[in-house]
């Protein structure tokens, strides 16, 4: 096994194309509820509720554009200090399921894995902070449901909520 040391380049993949698409569901760029309040209205949406037999309550939210509004020419960001979680642990990505991977989005961690060895990647303070915020989120979730809730996802491809 080796190490790959990510070192952002600054090309600004991570923040184009953003909207991914997997078994006809369409996701935007992940959003807390509090990220969402970065962005203008019409370019957030819902992504995952809670509730029994139709989604009540709205706890996060996700950019329903491919590219990121705060980008510049020259791929830096004007929110920086303030960007989303999942800016922050990019390229480490957290799938719905609870899977983790790394992004091929990324030319940096695409040209240091080009073969099939397993790899570790050595990420920074910011990373590995955002990362297990997230989890936390995630653990969070049991707390605000009760038993008989379903979480419930936002596809921006159909306009409409399904069950997880």
């Not at 509730?51 to 706890?59: A, E, F, Q, V």
């Not at 989303?84 to 399921?97: D, L, Q, S, T």
């Not at 955002?130 to 008989?148: G, T, V």
């Amino acid at each position: 096994m080796s190490f790959i040391n990510f070192k952002c380049k600054k090309c600004g993949s991570c923040c184009h194309n953003l909207l991914e698409e997997v078994a006809n569901v369409e996701r935007g760029l992940f959003l807390r509820v509090e990220e969402a309040k970065l962005f203008p209205r019409n370019l957030v949406s819902p992504r995952m509720a809670l509730g029994d037999s139709k989604p009540k309550r709205i706890i996060a939210y996700q950019l329903n554009v491919d590219e990121c509004p705060f980008i510049t020419e020259k791929n830096e960001c004007k929110v920086y200090p303030k960007r989303p979680m999942g800016c922050r642990m990019f390229p480490f990505e957290i799938h719905h399921n609870g899977h983790a991977t790394v992004s091929v989005k990324c030319s940096v961690i695409g040209s240091q894995m080009g073969d099939k060895e397993s790899r570790e990647i050595e990420f920074s303070s910011t990373e590995k902070e955002a990362i297990e915020e997230y989890m936390r989120f995630l653990n969070s979730l049991q707390k605000f449901a009760r038993p008989s809730q379903k979480v419930w996802e936002f596809n921006l491809k159909t306009k409409s909520w399904f069950t997880a």
